[in-house]
Structures are given as structure tokens and as C-alpha cells.
């Protein structure tokens, strides 16, 4: 394979056929840089954003640490470095913590945390190599607030967010930079049915607090206030290198949830 060389940056994204990691590999590639993108059928990501010369389509299922491995390998192969992590693959769950089982808690653990884990930690060997990189981890306003409704998801992204912080202390010497986003409502698919479960389970006592959220939340989706591109540029503007040594503001703005998302960059 010719390693293919020349571009600004190299972003690995995980879940990047629709919604949020779409619109993140779109940018990144309209501004001259080069991406790796996964999705568990690679074929997705090229219907979604047809082929370009700076993207690399790929198969991934997060949930397989062989898999990820085996996707850094041809990353390597073809762009020679990772500059950029974006982890981004994940999925809700919609339902009372009661009313959600076992294998409905293990599986979503697998893919927003473990999954997470498996490719960060194939990714990290190259970034200390490199001494230097960006691991961003997608987690959301559930990482640090949870309501009825979405207490096991919430503590899937209560999870990314300790791994984040470990993450900023144990890599900073290393020249890699570790950054946690807690998006709020944002126009993407992640509220129907092809991002959010519902528990299978359903209790009549919680009709009128969990039951609330799961009909609230379909009812939503499509009317979500964010702008999913603006939070791409945002993200953009986040890895180039005059941004990284700046600190950040950790007052509320306009992005409806984008509040306390660049706090871990703002101590490099």
C-alpha cells in the first residue's frame, strides 16, 4: 500500500457514517485533512460522503479490541500517523434503571465504554511514539447530570468522563492532549430509533417519570436546538495548535450543552 502523505492533520473517528461523526469527518476533510473513518460497515461512511482522497473508510466494531487494533494497523498503513482521536461511537438507552436488564446494561457498556477503551488504547501506542495527539471523547450533558429515564446511559458517560480525567493526567507529559465534550440537544439522529433503545422492559409505575422520557424523547428528535456543524468547527478551532495553549471559559454559552466540554485542553 503507498502511504498517502500531505495532509495537514490525521483524524481516526469512530461512528462516523451519520450524525454527529458524519458532520465532524465532513469538516475535517473540507479543511485539507485526512480521516479514518469507522463505522461497523465501512460501506455507510462512503454512501454518506462519497470517496475522497483523504478518507479512509474502515469497518469497526468498538466492541472488539481485535478489531480495533487491527484498524489502527491500516490507519498506519496508509497515512503513516494519528493526530487526532475522535471517539465518537456510542448509543442510547431509554428506560427506568429497574426496568433495563442485565444484557441491555452489558451491551451498552460495551460499546460507550469499553468500545472506547479498545480504540483509544490501539491508538495510544502511536500517539506516544509521536509525542504528541489529540484524544477528544464524546460524552454528554448525561456525563455529569442525570435524570429519570436515562440513568444507565448516564452512567455510561459519567464512565467516559473518569476515563477522560485519568486520561489528561497520565498523557500530558506525553505531549497528548485529552479533551472531554458534553454536547446537549443537537440535531442529529441520536434520539430515534437507530441511535436510542428503549428497555425492553416496560414497569407501569414509572409511566410517569421514565415513561415520560421515553415518549418526550422521540417526540424531540429532528427539533433539537444545536447546530451539529457548528459543533465540528468547534472542534476544528479546538485541535489547531494556538487554541490548545489558550485556556478556556468555563461560563454557559449559546451551544445548549457545549459548557464544560474544552476544560481538560484548557490545563495543557
Not at 125 to 140: A, E, F, K, L, T
Amino acid at each position: 500500500m503507498t502511504q498517502q502523505t500531505g495532509f495537514n492533520r490525521v483524524w481516526m473517528i469512530t461512528g462516523a457514517s451519520r450524525g454527529m461523526g458524519a458532520e465532524i469527518t465532513a469538516a475535517s476533510l473540507a479543511q485539507g485533512d485526512a480521516v479514518v473513518a469507522t463505522a461497523r460497515k465501512s460501506s455507510t461512511v462512503t454512501d454518506a460522503l462519497g470517496s475522497q482522497p483523504g478518507l479512509l473508510a474502515l469497518d469497526l466494531d468498538v466492541t472488539s479490541e481485535a478489531a480495533a487494533h487491527q484498524a489502527v494497523r491500516l490507519a498506519l498503513a496508509h497515512f503513516g500517523r494519528i493526530d487526532v482521536l475522535v471517539n465518537n461511537a456510542g448509543y442510547g438507552l431509554a428506560g427506568a434503571v429497574e426496568e433495563t436488564s442485565a444484557e441491555e446494561v452489558r451491551s451498552i457498556f460495551d460499546t460507550n465504554v469499553m468500545g472506547l477503551l479498545n480504540v483509544t488504547r490501539a491508538v495510544l501506542p502511536q500517539m506516544r511514539s509521536q509525542r504528541s495527539g489529540h484524544v477528544i471523547n464524546m460524552s454528554s450533558l448525561g456525563g455529569y447530570r442525570v435524570g429519570a429515564g436515562f440513568g444507565v446511559y448516564g452512567a455510561t458517560k459519567f464512565a467516559v468522563e473518569g476515563l477522560s480525567e485519568a486520561l489528561h493526567a497520565e498523557l500530558s507529559a506525553l505531549g497528548i492532549h485529552v479533551t472531554v465534550v458534553e454536547p446537549g440537544y443537537f440535531r442529529t439522529d441520536f434520539l430515534d430509533s437507530s441511535s436510542a433503545m428503549e428497555a425492553e422492559n416496560v414497569i407501569a409505575d414509572y409511566a410517569e417519570t421514565a415513561g415520560k422520557v421515553r415518549v418526550s424523547a422521540s417526540a424531540f428528535n429532528g427539533r433539537q436546538p444545536g447546530d451539529p456543524k457548528r459543533l465540528a468547527q468547534a472542534l476544528l478551532t479546538l485541535v489547531s495548535p494556538p487554541i490548545r495553549r489558550c485556556g478556556f471559559s468555563w461560563e454557559r454559552t449559546p451551544w445548549r450543552g457545549f459548557v464544560r466540554s474544552m476544560r481538560l485542553s484548557s490545563r495543557s
